[in-house]
């Protein structure tokens, strides 16, 4: 009979487990709490408009196409990808602003024009960027993040010193205007903390970023998420929604399934991609890895206001990316991680996939995301969301020249409060566990629980963090620990 796996939650790392632990013959049930599968990157339809609720970006497409290649498949398989170009703006203050090139030899360019002897330093800061990119994406970030050892590598050794700096501290000392130094420092805020916080080592997002560039799939981001189910589907994968968890069952210390809307399921296995402090929550105390203490001492990626916002006509001088660092970016990250409060001028975040895509907003109007960082487990009111919706649409409109609040058809709000009703996310957090050094690879919470036989996590909580490529590499990780496990139950059976 065929080994059973229950997964709790669908988010991609769970997606992406299902489809491996079906590849490898085992029966594999996904539970989410939710109607929609998909976890963040739910999207929803409002009057003709198509919204993806969470990620926008999509970046690192050689690691999706390494997902599908797995399954003898490619992503046009499931959806079409295009490039875009500029692949964003920023917007600065006094209402100046840069387009980023989708070719290197462009960005080089840029650089140039704007600081004589950029464009050389940046070269020499892409090739370290585009070696560590590799030596990551090719071993490192696959490892389960079991021993310090697994970070060992000729590699790492040949660059332990970017381990002990910071990425803010390598870009300043290269470059000294403050929009190169801006659009150098934005791609790590991906992992989750702030650049003085992380890793030189991690300057491999700016080969992301401005190498490999930035993409889209034609219909939104949903549709990786329905290539991904119909590939489970095809691989044999049962889903559920409106399947909450309460509780994983447990005899001693080995989990034998899982509570769902109060009934019980056995399987041979229990794999969470739930947020992980969650999931703990849904053992015995006695069985649970992590104090209290421990989730409240770590770095958390921010929580986030969002705005999904349908306007009656087309917006101008925009792009489907827009950054808008106008304001002191130090100043809201201190009161994102070092003093949680509602900042005074946040830096935000605009999207606009109508522009690239005609399906996601009916003919003359205009889709619109807008999305401004916050510290997790803030205190959130609808008065809040009101005052911030008023100053970014005051900023874009100041920007951009032109009058846009009479425009709004309608909009929804999301944040902290929601992350938590709709994800358990612990305090509403965005999106998981900050990349910093001491929450990187062996140090990030485990995939295989050490308390409880049986059970395994999955997902931007634990290894290799935040992120949606991350979330694909981490549901093969902890599907390859599952496997390996069931494999050496059965020899011991044997013997
Ligand atoms: C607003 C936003 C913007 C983002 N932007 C980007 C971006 O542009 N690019 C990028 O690469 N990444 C981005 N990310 C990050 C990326 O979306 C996430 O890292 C990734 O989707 C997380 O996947 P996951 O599998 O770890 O978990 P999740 O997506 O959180 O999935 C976990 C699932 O578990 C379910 N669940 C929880 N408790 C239970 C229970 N008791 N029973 C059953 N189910 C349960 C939840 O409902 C959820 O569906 C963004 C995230 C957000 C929120």
Known sequence: MKKSISIIGS????????????????????YEKNAHLGGRARSFEQEGFTFDMGPSWYWMPDIFERFFADFGKTPSDYYELVKLSPAYRVFFEKKEHLDIPSSIEEIYALFESIETGSAAKLQKFIESAGFNYKASMDELVY????????????????????F?????????????????IQILEFPVLFLGAKPENTPAFYNFMNYADLVLGTWYPKGGMYKIVEGMVSLGKELGVNYHVNSSIGRIVTSGNVAKGIEVNGKIIHSDMVLSGADYHHTETLLPKNLRMYSPTYWENRTFAPSALIFYVGFNKKVDSVMHHNLFFDQDFDQHALQIYDKPEWPDNP?????????????????GKENAFFLIPLAPGIKDSEAQREKYFEMVMDRLEEHTDQSLK???????????NDFKADYNSYKGNAYGMANTLRQTAFLRPKIKSKKVENLFFTGQLTVPGPGVPPALISGKISSEMISKHLLKQIDHAVI
Do not use: W
């Open 143 to 162: 490892r389960p993040g079991n021993s310090i050892l697994e970070l060992v590598t000729p590699d790492t050794i040949s660059r332990v010193n970017q």
């Open 406 to 416: 009479d425009h709004v058809m309608f909009k929804k709000s999301y944040c902290v």
């Open 164 to 180: 002990f700096s910071t990425i803010r501290a390598s870009v300043r000392k290269q470059f000294k205007n403050p929009k190169l």
């Open 347 to 363: 830096l935000f975040y605009t999207c606009f996939p109508s522009l690239t895509d005609d399906s996601v907003a009916p003919e």
């Open 11 to 30: 988010g991609f790392s769970s997606l992406s487990a299902a489809c491996y632990l079906a590849n490898a013959g085992y029966e594999v049930n996904v």
